[in-house]
């Protein structure tokens, strides 16, 4: 008797590892690889205007964590070097002194403008995490405050 429950419960592990092994091993194959997905490809910013030349000189890469409370509005700034990001929560509104408004949701990318005055602000009820890359220079300036023009 000790026997058959002991043989009925290696059979029932058995069986629960053959499912487990099985289901592993089935796992499709675009989930079982390395992706390389492009998120994006582009020449110009997010107001479409040409991004500049690349600088002269040795390049400096530069990659930036920004956490933005709601409510938070960033002051009027333009960027000397170029750069690009990756909103990874949150909701961003990017306002350029044009009057363009870009509003940035999780997940997507924005390429910064450059040389053009523009802030930031976390409109919704949660932080804002941003990861920005800058293409710079050694000792190179990434941002320029405005503190003479007024957020509104």
Known sequence: MYMNKL?????????????????C??????????QSIELLRTSQSWNEMDLPDYPQGKPELVA?????????????????????????QGELTINAQDGKTKVM??????????????????????????????LS???MTLTVQHPEIPLE
Not at 25 to 34: G, L
Not at 70 to 80: A, D, Q, S, T, Y
Request: aromatic share 8%; proline share 4%.
């Open 7 to 23: 043989a009925k419960w290696l059979m029932g592990g058995l069986i629960l590892c053959t499912i487990t092994l099985t289901g």
């Open 25 to 34: 091993n089935s796992m499709d194959d675009a989930e079982s690889e390395v």
């Open 64 to 88: 930036v964590k920004y956490i933005i409370p709601p409510g938070k509005k960033l002051g009027w700034h333009h960027h000397v070097a170029m750069n690009h990001g990756v909103l990874v």
């Open 105 to 134: 949701r999780a997940g997507e990318v924005v390429v910064e403008m450059v040389d053009a005055i523009h802030h930031g602000e976390n409109r919704g009820t949660e932080p804002v995490v941003l990861y920005m890359f800058y």
């Open 137 to 139: 220079q050694k000792d």
